[in-house]
Structures are given as structure tokens and as C-alpha cells.
């Protein structure tokens, strides 16, 4: 062999192939593993390639040249060809002028008999064939019926066929009725009298036999009739197998559905594959043959599918849907190998890659013979089917690479995958339903009625089952709903948080823990002067417990958030990879499901605006800082709801002793009794009047006041625990100064955003909690003492001076006297309110004259404190 040739066999196997680095594969695969002769070779090739591209070079430089110099020329010949166009139309006007004027009149009127002796000749030939089938149709019945008699099935559908043809000549005609009649019962009778040996055939697999069938069949435009034939002899086996298992199948037979179904889709597949070779030999059509034994046979089913997935959730409950995503799966897996069985049909036989290319029908199969089965349409549809299913095959016609998505290819995809819908429409539900279940089951066990138990234990035991399971759901939205269920886990975890923490809150108010089991290890000898009962210390520890409890469970909720964020972003990711490049990268396995789920509920604003805030959080806006955006919005107002009832929980044990103090205060005698001008001295004689500067407080007042200035002592014992210092922010009447110096992290709903938030990162799920905010105990001491001052504050002029019947001028100026030692007190604490302001100022008007004065004020009118103590003073009725 020559070099040139040699050259030239490497040029053309390089021209041949589809893939460069397949065709330097196979040319260095044919050779010898010598490496000597390998570079050899190379080097050969390297040579060829060096020449091939100059002779291209070469061509297409000449080319060049010769289009550079036609292209002037060819604008020269156009315009030629133009004017030879119009000279030439201008001639063969004026010849057919010429010729019109130049024949005689007696060549005209020749001309015109015999163009009606030529339409009096084919209506003539068309009067003979209305004849001759006239005369065929008297005959028609005799000749069928005869053929039938001698099994010439073939014949008989023939001559069926032709009177078929001759139907529209008998349009708009009396007879039209009676011969269409005779048309039909003789089908009727062909078809009879071929059903059984058609049944035998196709039980028998005998192909050929079964083509010839078909031909007969479609002869006399009954195709669907065989399809029925066919499907219903070959789906039998299916059928029964299907219906031989009972709906409570677990109970009745101890074979649950989920084991049952792979079974049953594991010997359809059986009869897809068998099928796969057979259809081809007796239908033109297979791909759409094949769509229809799978349509025909999931229709057939009894009981239906969905009444299968309705008895599973009517025998396991809220549980079932584990089970369900069990059945998907399997679904799933069953459908994906149907679809390689579809693509092996389309692309083995020629007919149907011809159809699939020019986009028309095969040769030979006729639009009837494409039968289709309506059904239902979901109500959870969100734009219509058929519509969705031609947008999809339109928009995936547009690349050669990319398999044309045809009616067939959806029709029985939407009759496998329709019954989960509904199901994974009401995801959401059925989550929260799932996790309030399995949420039981795992704290059932708990010993949450014992009295003696340690309900913070129990909070903090809980909420490691809480968040446990709640990660489990993740894996369910994705596996039954691909991401689409992704606002309906959020709000199921939201809502599934907020209940948990509602419910112990509810048993934080009505129920405490033993003093046995809550007894502080610290000794508290230096406060009995507080006046505290052994009661009270419990519910005092029992409180403190609940709170760093609810810390701890801050920070796993935190950590379960950051969980759940990077599995929306993963989701995110996903469906932003499927948008930018459907072609490569879907959502969901199948194509079917990715349609039935796009034109679905799930795929809302709710899910776009949610997925869009995980990439904005991902790929923030310029001059823009990323933060990590908020889900657990009711889940997180729970937790500090929980922590606020705990906080005023422990402030009403704090209170306790210094309220019971306050009960008597407004039925004291000091109120109504009358002041003296004069004093008497020790031995009963009267004294020169003296002027009394100031009062001494209360006893009550003097003893309330104590038991506020021994509180910080109390807070020097509690001040350094973290639970005491978790969310300042919930506490009751905070003073906003107070927490000023507290940094600012705003990471909740309620008005003021508690504190320890931890920002994480949302790749990393597996990432620890920041440490917490560190406050000083002199800065949680303040806080507390000042939400203690407000609160007891609040209690006394909302529940206790209110009360009081009457003031007269010695006991409005005791009263003075007692709210002025107190609000010096309470300033101590840095309390501070413009209430008790408006007490003393009130209640320090001695002059009766100038009290009632001011009931005239309109502002004084609407004023509820001055109109307790005008009521009190007697200054109005």
C-alpha cells in the first residue's frame, strides 16, 4: 500500500468518525503494544494529518478565489436573466394574442362541442361505477356470507373494505342508512367469527397469524377492536395476579403492599420485554402499541390503584406515608425501565424512527389505529395535561440529541404516577400528621404524669426526639415530592415546633415538680428573711430549669434551622440547574413526574419565592451583607413564648411573698381614718400645735420595700447561670435601657429579638453552635431587678390601690408618704414609671377645692388614675 493511500484511509476514517478521541482510541488500539512501533505510527499519523491540513488549505484557498471571481459575474448573468425574462413574457403575450384573433369562428364553435362531448363522456363513466356498485352491493351480502363460509376471512375483509369506499357515494340518499346498516352487521359477523381463532392466536404467540389479523381487522376500520383482543389476552395474567391480592392485604395475607407491588411490576416487566419483540411483528405502529398495552393494563386494574394507596392510609394512618414513598420508589425504578423498553422499540424499527424524525405518521398506520383513553383529569391539575405534554415535546424536538417526548410517552407515565398526586399535593399535611405520630411514639415511654418527675428532663429528652425525627422528613420531601413539597415541610416543622413547645407551656402553668426532686443544692439560710416557703424554692429551681432547658433547645433549634436551610438550597440548586439546562439535569427521575409536578399545586409562588430567597442568601446583592434567612418563623416564637411564661412563672414565685404583703393594703384603716391638729404628749395634756413635716411609710410599704432591697442579694447567687441570662428581651416590663449595652442579633418575630443567635454557615450542617453571647452578672442582675420592680410595680396600681374604698386627708397624706418611700426604693433598682408619678401627684392634692377642679379638665376626664382617686377622695360621685 502507498503512502498517499495510506494517508488517505487515515483522512477518511477521521472524516467517518463521530468523536475524535474514540477515532484516536481505535486507530492506536488496532496496533501492537510495542511502543516502538506505536511512535512509529503516531508519527505516521501526525505526517498525514500535517498533509491533509495543507491540502485543505490549499482547496479552500482556491475556492476562495474562484467564488471572488464569480460573484461579479453572477450579478452580471442575474441581470441578464431578468431582461431575457420580461423579453420573452412580452413574446408569448403577444403570441396568444396572435393565435386568439388568427383561428376562425367555425374552429371555436368545433373546439366547444368537444369540450362537452368530453363532459358528457365522464359523467357517463361516472353514471356506469354508481351502476356497477350498485349492482356490487346487491351481491355484497351473498359473497361475504360465502367467504365466511369457506374461512376466506382475508377475502371477505377485502371485499368489505371496497364497499367501505363506495359508502360516500350513497351520501345524502335514502339508502345510505340501509346499506350502512348491512356494512356493519357484516363486520360484526367477520369479527365473530375471527375472535375465537384471534384469542387462540394471540394466546399462542403465533405472530403471523396475528398480523394477518390485524390486516383483516384494519381492513374493515376495526384496529381498536383488535387492541382490545389483544390487550385484554395478554394483561389477563397481570389482572389477575393484581386482584387475587386483598385491599387489607397485610392483615389477610401478611404480605404488605410495598412487597407486593415489585413483584407485580417485576412480571409486567417481563411481558413489556416479551412484548417489546412481538408488537413490532403485528402492529405498524409499536412504541404506540406498546403505550397502549401499558395504559390498558393499569386501567383494568380492580381494585384501582389509587383505591390501593387509599386503603394503605386508611390501615397504617398517618405512618402509611413511609409505605407510600416505599410504593414510589418502586414505581419509579418500574417506570424508568419501561422508558428503556420504550426506547429500544423506538429506535429498532425503521417505520417508527421514520415518524419520529418527519414528524408525520408511519406509513401505514392510520390516525384511528392511535387509539386513546380519556380519562379524569386530576382537580389538582394547574393547566390542562395535553397542552403541558405538547409544550414539553416541542420544546424537546428543538435538539437532535434529546428523544422527542411524544402523547405516547405521557399517557402511560400519567396513569402510573396520577395516583400519587393527591398525595403529594397534601404532602405537607401528611408530613405534619407523620412527625405528631412518630413524635408519640417516642416520648409514650416518658414518665411525663409522675409528679416526682423532672419536667425539664423531659422538655430537654423531648426535644432531642423532636429534632431527631423532624430531620427524617427531609429525606421524605425529597423522595416523594423531589423538592416540590418543600414549603409544605417547612410549614410542617414549623408547625409540628410550635406545638411542642405550646403544649409544655401549658404544663408549665399548671403543673410544677416536687420539692423532693427540686430541692437546690446551694443552702439558702442567708435568705430567710425573703420569706420564702420550701414551695417556692422549688418552683424557684423548677423555673430555672425549664429556662436553661429552653436555652439548650435554642441552640439545637439553630442547628436543626441551618439543617433544614441547606437542604432547601440543595433543592434550590437543583431546580436552577434543571431551569438553565433542562436537558441534562431534571428535577424529578422521570419525565412524566417532572410534568405532572410542574403543572401541579406544588409548584406555587409560595415554592419560587422560597427557593429564590436560598440562592439570594447564597449569592447576595452587591453592598448587600448575605444573612441567613428565617423559616421557623412559629417554631421560634413558640420557644420564646415558652421561655416569656417560664420567666413570668419565676418572677411570680420571686413576687410571691412581697404580693401576699400588698393583699391587705387596701383595707388598711389608715385610708379612712381622720387627722389631728394637735398632738398629745405622754401625759395625756394637749400641746401647742406643731406642724408635721413628713410621715413615716406603712409597715406593709416598709416591709415590701425590704424584701425589694434583699433581692439583689438573691440574683448575687443566681446572677452567673446561663439560664438566667438567656433572652433578657422576653422578660416582662423590660426597661429597653436596661439591655442597650447587649449586643443586637435579631433572629425572631417577637418585637424585641431575644439573643444567642448563631450564624451558620449553610453548607456545613454538621457545624457546632457559636458560642453565646456572654453577658456580665451585673448586666442580668439590672435586667431582672428591673422587671421585678415594673412587674410588682404594675401589680400595685393595677390590683391593689385601685382597691382601695376611700382616701380621706390623713390617709391621702399616708398614702403620699408610702408611694414616695417607695418609688425612692424602686429608683434604687432602676425603676422608674410615670404611673406612680401621677399617683403621688394625685393623691398629694389635699385641697379638695383643687381636686374637684380638675374633674372639669377634659383631659383629667379621660385619665383612669385621677378618676380612682377622685373616686376614692369623694370628689365625684
Same mark, same amino acid.
Given at each position: 500500500?502507498?503512502?498517499?493511500?495510506?494517508?488517505?484511509?487515515?483522512?477518511?476514517?477521521?472524516?467517518?468518525?463521530?468523536?475524535?478521541?474514540?477515532?484516536?482510541?481505535?486507530?492506536?488500539?488496532?496496533?501492537?503494544?510495542?511502543?516502538?512501533?506505536?511512535?512509529?505510527?503516531?508519527?505516521?499519523?501526525?505526517?498525514?494529518?500535517?498533509?491533509?491540513?495543507?491540502?485543505?488549505?490549499?482547496?479552500?484557498?482556491?475556492?476562495?478565489?474562484?467564488?471572488?471571481?464569480?460573484?461579479?459575474?453572477?450579478?452580471?448573468?442575474?441581470?441578464?436573466?431578468?431582461?431575457?425574462?420580461?423579453?420573452?413574457?412580452?413574446?408569448?403575450?403577444?403570441?396568444?394574442?396572435?393565435?386568439?384573433?388568427?383561428?376562425?369562428?367555425?374552429?371555436?364553435?368545433?373546439?366547444?362541442?368537444?369540450?362537452?362531448?368530453?363532459?358528457?363522456?365522464?359523467?357517463?363513466?361516472?353514471?356506469?361505477?354508481?351502476?356497477?356498485?350498485?349492482?356490487?352491493?346487491?351481491?355484497?351480502?351473498?359473497?361475504?356470507?360465502?367467504?365466511?363460509?369457506?374461512?376466506?376471512?382475508?377475502?371477505?375483509?377485502?371485499?368489505?373494505?371496497?364497499?367501505?369506499?363506495?359508502?360516500?357515494?350513497?351520501?345524502?340518499?335514502?339508502?345510505?342508512?340501509?346499506?350502512?346498516?348491512?356494512?356493519?352487521? +357484516?363486520?360484526?359477523?367477520?369479527?365473530?367469527?375471527?375472535?375465537?381463532? +384471534?384469542?387462540?392466536?394471540?394466546?399462542?404467540?403465533?405472530?403471523?397469524?396475528?398480523?394477518?389479523?390485524?390486516?383483516?381487522?384494519?381492513?374493515?376500520?376495526?384496529?381498536?377492536?383488535?387492541?382490545?383482543?389483544?390487550?385484554?389476552?395478554?394483561?389477563?395474567?397481570?389482572?389477575?395476579?393484581?386482584?387475587?391480592?386483598?385491599?387489607?392485604?397485610?392483615?389477610?395475607?401478611?404480605?404488605?403492599?410495598?412487597?407486593?407491588?415489585?413483584?407485580?411490576?417485576?412480571?409486567?416487566?417481563?411481558?413489556?420485554?416479551?412484548?417489546?419483540?412481538?408488537?413490532?411483528?403485528?402492529?405498524?405502529?409499536?412504541?404506540?402499541?406498546?403505550?397502549?398495552?401499558?395504559?390498558?393494563?393499569?386501567?383494568?386494574?380492580?381494585?384501582?390503584?389509587?383505591?390501593?394507596?387509599?386503603?394503605?392510609?386508611?390501615?397504617?394512618?398517618?405512618?402509611? +406515608?413511609?409505605?407510600?414513598?416505599?410504593?414510589?420508589?418502586?414505581?419509579?425504578?418500574?417506570?424508568?425501565?419501561?422508558?428503556?423498553?420504550?426506547?429500544?422499540?423506538?429506535?429498532?424499527?425503521?417505520?417508527?424512527?421514520?415518524?419520529?424524525?418527519?414528524?408525520?405518521?408511519?406509513?401505514?398506520?392510520?390516525?384511528?389505529?392511535?387509539?386513546?383513553?380519556?380519562?379524569?383529569?386530576?382537580?389538582?391539575?394547574?393547566?390542562?395535561?395535553?397542552?403541558?405534554?405538547?409544550?414539553?415535546?416541542?420544546?424537546?424536538?428543538?435538539?437532535?440529541?434529546?428523544?422527542?417526548?411524544?402523547?405516547?410517552?405521557?399517557?402511560?407515565?400519567?396513569?402510573?404516577?396520577?395516583?400519587?398526586?393527591?398525595?403529594?399535593?397534601?404532602?405537607?399535611?401528611?408530613?405534619?400528621?407523620?412527625?405528631?405520630?412518630?413524635?408519640?411514639?417516642?416520648?409514650?415511654?416518658?414518665?411525663?404524669?409522675?409528679?416526682?418527675?423532672?419536667?425539664?428532663?423531659?422538655?430537654?429528652?423531648?426535644?432531642?426526639?423532636?429534632?431527631?425525627?423532624?430531620?427524617?422528613?427531609?429525606?421524605?420531601?425529597?423522595?416523594?415530592?423531589?423538592?416540590?413539597?418543600?414549603?409544605?415541610?417547612?410549614?410542617?416543622?414549623?408547625?409540628?415546633?410550635?406545638?411542642?413547645?405550646?403544649?409544655?407551656?401549658?404544663?408549665?402553668?399548671?403543673?410544677?415538680?416536687?420539692?423532693?426532686?427540686?430541692?437546690?443544692?446551694?443552702?439558702?439560710?442567708?435568705?430567710?428573711?425573703?420569706?420564702?416557703?420550701?414551695?417556692?424554692?422549688?418552683?424557684?429551681?423548677?423555673?430555672?430549669?425549664?429556662?436553661?432547658?429552653?436555652?439548650?433547645?435554642?441552640?439545637?433549634?439553630?442547628?436543626?434551622?441551618?439543617?433544614?436551610?441547606?437542604?432547601? +438550597?440543595?433543592?434550590?440548586?437543583?431546580?436552577?440547574?434543571?431551569?438553565?439546562?433542562?436537558?441534562?439535569?431534571?428535577?424529578?427521575?422521570?419525565?412524566?413526574?417532572?410534568?405532572?409536578?410542574?403543572?401541579?399545586?406544588?409548584?406555587?409562588?409560595?415554592?419560587?419565592?422560597?427557593?429564590?430567597?436560598?440562592?439570594?442568601?447564597?449569592?447576595?446583592?452587591?453592598?448587600?451583607?448575605?444573612?441567613?434567612?428565617?423559616?421557623?418563623?412559629?417554631?421560634?416564637?413558640?420557644?420564646?413564648?415558652?421561655?416569656?411564661?417560664?420567666?413570668?412563672?419565676?418572677?411570680?414565685?420571686?413576687?410571691?411573698?412581697?404580693?401576699?404583703?400588698?393583699?391587705?393594703?387596701?383595707?388598711?384603716?389608715?385610708?379612712?381614718?381622720?387627722?389631728?391638729?394637735?398632738?398629745?404628749?405622754?401625759?395625756?395634756?394637749?400641746?401647742?400645735?406643731?406642724?408635721?413635716?413628713?410621715?413615716?411609710?406603712?409597715?406593709?410599704?416598709?416591709?415590701?420595700?425590704?424584701?425589694?432591697?434583699?433581692?439583689?442579694?438573691?440574683?448575687?447567687?443566681?446572677?452567673?447561670?446561663?439560664?438566667?441570662?438567656?433572652?433578657?428581651?422576653?422578660?416582662?416590663?423590660?426597661?429597653?435601657?436596661?439591655?442597650?449595652?447587649?449586643?443586637?442579633?435579631?433572629?425572631?418575630?417577637?418585637?424585641?429579638?431575644?439573643?444567642?443567635?448563631?450564624?451558620?454557615?449553610?453548607?456545613?450542617?454538621?457545624?457546632?453552635?457559636?458560642?453565646?453571647?456572654?453577658?456580665?452578672?451585673?448586666?442580668?442582675?439590672?435586667?431582672?431587678?428591673?422587671?421585678?420592680?415594673?412587674?410588682?410595680?404594675?401589680?400595685?396600681?393595677?390590683?391593689?390601690?385601685?382597691?382601695?374604698?376611700?382616701?380621706?386627708?390623713?390617709?391621702?397624706?399616708?398614702?403620699?408618704?408610702?408611694?414616695?418611700?417607695?418609688?425612692?426604693?424602686?429608683?434604687?433598682?432602676?425603676?422608674?414609671?410615670?404611673?406612680?408619678?401621677?399617683?403621688?401627684?394625685?393623691?398629694?392634692?389635699?385641697?379638695?377645692?383643687?381636686?374637684?377642679?380638675?374633674?372639669?379638665?377634659?383631659?383629667?376626664?379621660?385619665?383612669?388614675?385621677?378618676?380612682?382617686?377622685?373616686?376614692?377622695?369623694?370628689?365625684?360621685?
Amino acid at each position: 500500500m502507498s503512502r498517499n493511500e495510506s494517508i488517505g484511509e487515515t483522512i477518511q476514517s477521521l472524516e467517518s468518525s463521530d468523536s475524535l478521541l474514540s477515532w484516536i482510541n481505535d486507530t492506536l488500539g488496532a496496533k501492537e503494544d510495542d511502543l516502538a512501533a506505536l511512535d512509529q505510527h503516531i508519527t505516521h499519523i501526525v505526517a498525514a494529518l500535517d498533509i491533509a491540513c495543507e491540502e485543505t488549505s490549499f482547496q479552500l484557498e482556491r475556492i476562495i478565489d474562484d467564488v471572488s471571481r464569480g460573484v461579479p459575474r453572477l450579478t452580471y448573468d442575474l441581470h441578464f436573466m431578468k431582461d431575457s425574462a420580461m423579453a420573452l413574457q412580452s413574446v408569448l403575450v403577444k403570441t396568444q394574442d396572435h393565435s386568439v384573433t388568427s383561428l376562425p369562428a367555425q374552429t371555436n364553435e368545433t373546439l366547444e362541442h368537444l369540450r362537452t362531448l368530453d363532459t358528457v363522456k365522464r359523467h357517463m363513466e361516472s353514471a356506469r361505477e354508481v351502476l356497477r356498485e350498485a349492482e356490487s352491493w346487491s351481491s355484497l351480502e351473498m359473497e361475504v356470507t360465502g367467504l365466511l363460509g369457506e374461512g376466506s376471512y382475508a377475502r371477505a375483509a377485502e371485499r368489505l373494505s371496497e364497499a367501505s369506499k363506495s359508502m360516500v357515494v350513497f351520501q345524502n340518499t335514502p339508502e345510505y342508512e340501509s346499506r350502512r346498516t348491512l356494512m356493519v352487521s +357484516l363486520q360484526n359477523q367477520l369479527e365473530a367469527s375471527l375472535s375465537s381463532a +384471534l384469542v387462540a392466536a394471540i394466546n399462542t404467540q403465533d405472530v403471523a397469524l396475528c398480523r394477518n389479523y390485524y390486516t383483516i381487522f384494519s381492513n374493515i376500520q376495526r384496529e381498536s377492536e383488535f387492541r382490545n383482543y389483544y390487550n385484554g389476552s395478554r394483561r389477563a395474567p397481570l389482572t389477575e395476579m393484581w386482584q387475587d391480592l386483598p385491599v387489607d392485604t397485610e392483615q389477610s395475607t401478611g404480605q404488605s403492599f410495598a412487597d407486593f407491588l415489585p413483584k407485580f411490576y417485576s412480571k409486567f416487566l417481563t411481558l413489556l420485554n416479551a412484548e417489546r419483540v412481538t408488537i413490532p411483528s403485528v402492529f405498524p405502529d409499536p412504541q404506540a402499541s406498546l403505550s397502549n398495552l401499558i395504559v390498558s393494563v393499569l386501567t383494568a386494574l380492580q381494585p384501582s390503584f389509587s383505591e390501593r394507596l387509599a386503603a394503605l392510609f386508611e390501615q397504617y394512618g398517618s405512618s402509611a +406515608l413511609a409505605n407510600c414513598i416505599t410504593t414510589l420508589k418502586v414505581t419509579q425504578d418500574f417506570a424508568v425501565n419501561v422508558e428503556k423498553v420504550m426506547d429500544k422499540v423506538k429506535f429498532s424499527t425503521p417505520s417508527v424512527r421514520s415518524h419520529v424524525q418527519d414528524g408525520g405518521a408511519a406509513e401505514g398506520v392510520e390516525p384511528a389505529a392511535r387509539e386513546r383513553v380519556h380519562r379524569r383529569r386530576s382537580s389538582r391539575m394547574s393547566i390542562s395535561w395535553r397542552a403541558g405534554s405538547q409544550r414539553t415535546a416541542q420544546g424537546s424536538a428543538g435538539s437532535p440529541n434529546v428523544n422527542v417526548a411524544t402523547h405516547d410517552d405521557f399517557e402511560w407515565g400519567r396513569e402510573l404516577f396520577q395516583p400519587y398526586l393527591d398525595y403529594q399535593v397534601d404532602y405537607g399535611k401528611l408530613e405534619l400528621k407523620m412527625l405528631q405520630e412518630a413524635f408519640d411514639r417516642a416520648t409514650a415511654n416518658e414518665d411525663d404524669g409522675d409528679a416526682r418527675s423532672d419536667k425539664s428532663r423531659l422538655l430537654r429528652e423531648a426535644a432531642v426526639d423532636l429534632f431527631s425525627i423532624g430531620e427524617e422528613s427531609f429525606a421524605r420531601c425529597l423522595n416523594f415530592t423531589y423538592g416540590y413539597g418543600a414549603v409544605g415541610l417547612v410549614q410542617a416543622l414549623d408547625t409540628m415546633i410550635e406545638l411542642f413547645f405550646n403544649v409544655f407551656a401549658k404544663g408549665k402553668q399548671t403543673g410544677g415538680t416536687s420539692p423532693a426532686r427540686a430541692q437546690p443544692s446551694i443552702s439558702y439560710d442567708d435568705f430567710v428573711d425573703l420569706d420564702y416557703s420550701a414551695q417556692d424554692w422549688a418552683a424557684l429551681q423548677h423555673s430555672l430549669h425549664f429556662l436553661g432547658a429552653a436555652r439548650a433547645i435554642h441552640d439545637r433549634l439553630l442547628v436543626f434551622e441551618a439543617k433544614l436551610r441547606s437542604t432547601l +438550597l440543595q433543592i434550590s440548586s437543583q431546580f436552577q440547574m434543571a431551569e438553565n439546562d433542562p436537558i441534562n439535569f431534571t428535577v424529578a427521575p422521570t419525565k412524566v413526574q417532572e410534568l405532572l409536578l410542574q403543572q401541579s399545586l406544588l409548584n406555587s409562588s409560595e415554592l419560587r419565592t422560597l427557593l429564590d430567597s436560598m440562592q439570594k442568601q447564597t449569592h447576595p446583592a452587591p453592598n448587600s451583607s448575605p444573612s441567613d434567612p428565617i423559616l421557623l418563623h412559629a417554631g421560634r416564637n413558640g420557644l420564646f413564648s415558652f421561655v416569656k411564661t417560664c420567666q413570668v412563672s419565676m418572677q411570680e414565685t420571686i413576687l410571691s411573698p412581697l404580693r401576699k404583703q400588698l393583699q391587705p393594703y387596701p383595707t388598711l384603716s389608715l385610708w379612712s381614718a381622720s387627722g389631728d391638729k394637735s398632738r398629745t404628749n405622754s401625759s395625756g395634756i394637749s400641746d401647742l400645735q406643731v406642724p408635721t413635716f413628713s410621715l413615716s411609710p406603712s409597715e406593709i410599704v416598709q416591709k415590701v420595700s425590704e424584701g425589694l432591697l434583699n433581692l439583689p442579694r438573691l440574683f448575687e447567687v443566681y446572677a452567673n447561670d446561663d439560664a438566667l441570662s438567656f433572652s433578657l428581651e422576653t422578660l416582662p416590663y423590660i426597661n429597653p435601657d436596661v439591655l442597650k449595652g447587649i449586643p443586637e442579633e435579631p433572629h425572631s418575630e417577637l418585637p424585641v429579638p431575644p439573643r444567642h443567635i448563631r450564624r451558620t454557615s449553610l453548607v456545613s450542617i454538621q457545624a457546632a453552635p457559636a458560642p453565646p453571647v456572654t453577658l456580665d452578672a451585673e448586666t442580668v442582675s439590672s435586667a431582672w431587678l428591673s422587671s421585678l420592680g415594673h412587674s410588682l410595680l404594675s401589680y400595685l396600681m393595677n390590683d391593689i390601690l385601685p382597691k382601695i374604698p376611700t382616701l380621706s386627708e390623713a390617709g391621702a397624706a399616708q398614702l403620699t408618704s408610702d408611694l414616695s418611700y417607695l418609688s425612692n426604693i424602686l429608683g434604687a433598682l432602676n425603676v422608674s414609671s410615670e404611673d406612680l408619678g401621677k399617683w403621688q401627684e394625685y393623691v398629694g392634692l389635699l385641697d379638695a377645692d383643687g381636686g374637684r377642679a380638675k374633674l372639669a379638665d377634659a383631659e383629667m376626664q379621660s385619665d383612669a388614675i385621677f378618676q380612682s382617686v377622685a373616686r376614692m377622695r369623694g370628689w365625684s360621685s
